[in-house]
């Protein structure tokens, strides 16, 4: 039986298509949703930080303008419209020189340099292997780093969330806490490693490197 909910908020269908972000990257979402309040407590200038799945950059292009000409915003999606989506805002609001972009395979979303901070923001529900999905973004992390993975109530469910939870602390994640943010399930994640380098061990790198694509 079709639910008209399911058709609605497109679940169900796989990857997000691009022609779909208007319905929640839009300035009614920034009422409710500020993407500046929600990263304020992790990002600052001259960090470098990984966007995983950023759709067209809701959260891409404030984190450009925290990290400023010293920092550097990775976004890494699978679709290439979204990319040049991201282009296109980042070239209007003038931080296109912050932003590098990856075009990431289904099975390896990123494996660059580690990063300061992660965000994975209403997607995670999306991707097909999250034990895969976690190891490679905990390989990611520097030490100190941090990771913040958000899903929105409309799709997951809660128990599906604390499932997400499972997988990133079976993976080696660290759950630091879970804050309040509008519309998700939010949960503030560590690296699990001890250390200060801002290297990571080589036997805890994913052993195939991601496609990269800068455009």
């Known amino acids: 039986m079709i639910k008209w909910a399911d058709i609605i908020f497109f679940r169900k269908h796989g990857v997000c298509p691009r022609w779909f ?20 407590p992790y990002v ?37 419209s979204m990319l040049r989506g991201i282009v296109r805002r980042a070239e209007r609001a003038g931080v296109r020189g912050q932003i590098e972009l990856y ?18 923001f209403w997607m995670a529900h999306e991707v097909p292997r999250l034990d895969r999905f976690f190891r490679q973004l905990r390989a990611a992390l ?5 990771f913040l993975l ?20 079976k993976a080696g994640l ?8 509008s519309l998700s399930h939010g949960a503030l994640f560590g690296s699990g490693r001890v250390g200060t380098s801002g290297r990571f061990p080589a036997d805890q790198r994913e052993e195939s490197p991601v496609s990269r694509k800068e455009h």
């Not at 972000?21 to 304020?40: A, K, M, S, Y």
């Not at 075009?103 to 994975?120: K, T």
């Not at 128990?159 to 602390?169: K, L, M, P, S, V």
């Open 21 to 40: 972000c208007f319905t929640f990257d839009n300035g009614l979402r920034r009422l409710v949703q500020n993407p500046d309040r929600i990263i304020r």
């Open 44 to 80: 600052g200038e001259g960090d470098k930080v990984l966007d995983v799945g950023p759709g067209i950059g809701y959260f891409t292009i404030p984190m450009a303008r925290r990290v400023g000409s010293g920092g550097r915003v990775i976004a890494a999606d699978i679709q290439e």
């Open 103 to 120: 075009l990431s395979r289904p099975d390896e979303i990123y494996s660059g340099e580690p990063v300061d901070f992660i965000l994975s």
């Open 142 to 146: 520097k030490p100190a780093a941090r």
């Open 150 to 169: 958000a899903e929105p109530k409309l799709h997951v469910s809660r128990t599906q969330f604390d499932g997400e939870i499972a997988a990133a602390q």
């Open 174 to 181: 660290a759950l630091l806490e879970r804050p309040a943010i």
